[in-house]
C-alpha cells in the first residue's frame, strides 16, 4: 500500500484571491450527519484552521529535556527580549536565534519519527548522520563517516553491494561517551529492532542486508543495488546517530516498544544539545562547543506559534529571526521593513492528480457517469493535462512562487533539465484529445477528492473551471474532506474515486521518486493500475529499474530524461505545478539558507549568524 503519510503538516492558504482569479466555486463541508458532499460552484471564503493541541501522551505538558540524559525541571532559560543595535535598527535577542515554526514534534526519537514530520527538524540539528547533504544542492558532504564512500576512493565495493563508512576519531556525545563504529552499528541495529509502525526504519530494512564493524569502520552490505542508498537512506533521520550510553541506562531497546526517554530527550553529536522542550511553547537548543566540526554561533529556540497571523505580526515586530512561511504570508510582509522574503529553490513535492485506472464498478460516486477505463485511453489523460490552467494555479495559489513540472522529476533532483518537456495549456490540443477519446459530444461528469482549505483543494477547483471552459459538458465535482477523512479514503484499495489530489513524498533522489509513482509495480501503479495504461509497461518498468541501481550518475541522468519523454507522451499524473521553498525572516540574519532536500523548514541553523 501506498504510505498515506503526509510528507508535511498541510499549511492552511487563504484562497480569496485565488478564487476570485481563477475558478467560481465554493468549498463542501461535513452535513449534519458527518458524511461529505461534492461542492458546487459559487465562491466563498476558506477560513484557516489550525490544531494547537499538543502531541501524544509521551511526556507530561511542563517536561524539559537535558543533554545529559537527565530530565531537565529547572525554569526554563530567560527568553526575555533584549535588543542591541543593527544595521535595520536594533537586533532582537542576540544570541538567540528565534524561529516560529507551525507545529511540533510528535517524537524526537530518530527511531519513531515519521518521514517529513516535525521532528525531523529538530534531529537535524541535534544528531549527526553518516553522511549530509551540503547547503549548496544534491552533493554530499562528509558527516560522521571522514569520507563518503564512492567507487573511486574504494568505500563503496565494484559489485555495488557493500559501502565502507571509515569512522571520525575523537567525535564525542553531548552526555560525553565516545563515538565508535560499534555505536553506529547499534544505532541503526536498534531503529530496525523497534521497527516501530509509525517509524521510518523500513526504508533501511527493505534495502540492507547485514551490519558490521571492522576495526572503525562501519560496513553495511545491501540485498541489491541501489543508487539512492546514500541520498535517501543515510541521510534520513532515521539514520542518525546517538549515544548507546544514554539509550542502555535509560530503557534499553525492546523489539516493537517506543523508548519513552528518547521520545522527549536527545543525545547525539550534532551542533546543538536539546536543552528543554515546554509541549506546547517550545523546543530550547544551545551550542554544543565540544562540537567536532565547524561550531554553530546562536543558541536556537523554536516557538509553537499556529496562528499564521501572530507569526506574520511577531517577524514584523522583530520577536521571530524566522517564521514558517507559506505564499499567503507574501502580501502582508513584502516590504515591511526589516523583513525579507527568502525564495529558494524548488521543492521536491509537485502538488499532483491521481489518475486510477482500476475503477472498480460500483464504487464511484453516484453523480459519476465515466467509465471503468476512462483512464486507460491516452488521449484522455492528454486532455486532462492539455486543459488544466498551470499560470492561474501558480499565480494564485502559489502566489507566482511556482513552476510547471516534468514527467516526473522535479527542479533540484537528479536529472531535471529546463529543456524537459512540460505541458502548457492548449485548449484546441485538449479538444482534439477528448474528440479523439470519443467524449467531446456526450461529456462526463467525474468526482476529484481533495483536502479542504488549501492549495490541493484549489488546484481541484481549477481543475473544474478549467475543464468546464473547455467544455461545458464536462462536469468536475470537487469532495473535499477533512484531512483524516482524505487520508483513510486515499489509503484504500481499490480506490473508490477516479482521482484526487495532493503533493508528492519528499524523495532526495529520483529512483525512491520513480519506484513509488511511475513504477508500474510500484505503491501507486499497482493501486492505480498504471499496468492498464502505458503503452509499453515493460519498457518503463525496465528503464526505472535500470536507472535505481545504476553507479554512473551520467547513465542515471540519460535515463531519467528518457523517462521524462515517455511520461510526457504517456501521462498517469496531472502535474499542476512545484512550489518554490520560501521563509520570511528578518534582514539581520546573516548567511541565511535554505535547501529543499533538508527536513522542513529546510534550514540548518548551525550557519546562521546575526
Not at 463542501?28 to 465562491?43: I, L
Not at 546517530?241 to 516498544?257: F, K, M, P, R
Not at 536556537?300 to 506559534?305: G, H, K, M
Amino acid at each position: 500500500m501506498p504510505n498515506v503519510d503526509r510528507p508535511r503538516t498541510l499549511r492552511v492558504w487563504i484562497l480569496m484571491v485565488v478564487l476570485v482569479m481563477v475558478v467560481a466555486a465554493c468549498t463542501g463541508g461535513e452535513t449534519t450527519d458527518g458524511d461529505t458532499e461534492p461542492v458546487d460552484t459559487d465562491p466563498v471564503d476558506t477560513e484557516a484552521a489550525s490544531d494547537t493541541s499538543a502531541p501524544g501522551d509521551t511526556a507530561a505538558p511542563d517536561e524539559t529535556s537535558a543533554p545529559d540524559g537527565t530530565a531537565d525541571t529547572s525554569a526554563p532559560a530567560d527568553t526575555s527580549e533584549t535588543t542591541v543595535p543593527g544595521e535595520t535598527g536594533e537586533v532582537s535577542n542576540p544570541g538567540l536565534y528565534v524561529h516560529a515554526a507551525d507545529d511540533e514534534p510528535l517524537s524526537l526519537d530518530p527511531a519513531q519519527v515519521a518521514a517529513g514530520e516535525a521532528g525531523e527538524t529538530v534531529i537535524a540539528q541535534v544528531y549527526d548522520r553518516l553522511v549530509e547533504i551540503g547547503p549548496g544542492g544534491p552533493e554530499l558532504i562528509p558527516g560522521l563517516s571522514s569520507e563518503v564512500p564512492t567507487v573511486e576512493n574504494g568505500l563503496i565495493s565494484e559489485d555495488g553491494l557493500t559501502y565502507t563508512f571509515p569512522i571520525r576519531e575523537g567525535v564525542v556525545f553531548h552526555d560525553g561517551s565516545e563515538l565508535t563504529a560499534e555505536v553506529v552499528k547499534f544505532s541503526w541495529d536498534r531503529a530496525l529492532t523497534m521497527a516501530l509502525p509509525e517509524g521510518n526504519s523500513s526504508i533501511i530494512s527493505d534495502l540492507v542486508e547485514s551490519t558490521e564493524v571492522d576495526d572503525n569502520n562501519f560496513v553495511v552490505t545491501l540485498q541489491e543495488r541501489n543508487a539512492a542508498f546514500l541520498n535517501s537512506v543515510v541521510t534520513a533521520a532515521v539514520a542518525s546517530i546517538l549515544s548507546q550510553q544514554a539509550v542502555e541506562e535509560n530503557g534499553g531497546v525492546e523489539a516493537g516498544l517506543v523508548n519513552e526517554f528518547m521520545t522527549s530527550n536527545m543525545v547525539g553529536t550534532g551542533p546543538y544539545t536539546l536543552t528543554a522542550w515546554n509541549r506546547g511553547e517550545n523546543l530550547q537548543m544551545e551550542v554544543f562547543e565540544d562540537y567536532w566540526g565547524e561550531p554553530a554561533t546562536l543558541d536556537v529556540r523554536i516557538d509553537q506559534v499556529a496562528d499564521t497571523d501572530v507569526r506574520a505580526l511577531g517577524l514584523q515586530a522583530g520577536d521571530y529571526d524566522s517564521i514558517e512561511t507559506d505564499p499567503t504570508f507574501i502580501g502582508d510582509l513584502e516590504g515591511a521593513e526589516g523583513v525579507e522574503i527568502y525564495s529558494g529553490d524548488f521543492l521536491l513535492e509537485p502538488v499532483h492528480m491521481g489518475m486510477n485506472m482500476n475503477i472498480q464498478e460500483g464504487l464511484l460516486p453516484p453523480e459519476d457517469t465515466i467509465p471503468p477505463d476512462f483512464f486507460h485511453d491516452v488521449n484522455v489523460r492528454r486532455g486532462f493535462n492539455l486543459a488544466f490552467d498551470y499560470q492561474a494555479f501558480i499565480d494564485g495559489a502559489l502566489a507566482g512562487l511556482g513552476g510547471v513540472v516534468p514527467h516526473y522529476l522535479p527542479q533540484g533532483m537528479l536529472g531535471y533539465d529546463e529543456s524537459l518537456p512540460t505541458y502548457q495549456r492548449d485548449l484546441a490540443a485538449a479538444e482534439e484529445a477528448f474528440r479523439e477519446a470519443g467524449y467531446w459530444d456526450e461529456g462526463f461528469t467525474m468526482t476529484v477528492l481533495a483536502e479542504e482549505g488549501g492549495i490541493f483543494e484549489v488546484a481541484a477547483l481549477v481543475l473544474a473551471d478549467s475543464m468546464n471552459e473547455l467544455n461545458p459538458a464536462f462536469q468536475i465535482q470537487v469532495l473535499a474532506v477533512v484531512e483524516a477523512q482524505f487520508d483513510s479514503a486515499h489509503a484504500e484499495d481499490p480506490f473508490a474515486y477516479a482521482a484526487w489530489i495532493k503533493n508528492s513524498d519528499p524523495f532526495a533522489d529520483p529512483a525512491a521518486l520513480m519506484s513509488a509513482y511511475i513504477h508500474p509495480d510500484g505503491d501507486w501503479g499497482t493501486v492505480h493500475g498504471f499496468d492498464q495504461a502505458y503503452a509499453d509497461s515493460d519498457q518503463i518498468a525496465s528503464l526505472v529499474d535500470e536507472a535505481a541501481v545504476e553507479l554512473d550518475t551520467d547513465r542515471r541522468i540519460e535515463i531519467y530524461q528518457e523517462l521524462a519523454q515517455l511520461l510526457y507522451d504517456d501521462p498517469v499524473w496531472l502535474i499542476p505545478g512545484n512550489e518554490r521553498a520560501l521563509m520570511a525572516h528578518r534582514t539581520w540574519i546573516q548567511n541565511f539558507d535554505m535547501n529543499p532536500l533538508w527536513p522542513r523548514p529546510s534550514i540548518k541553523f548551525v550557519y546562521f549568524d546575526k
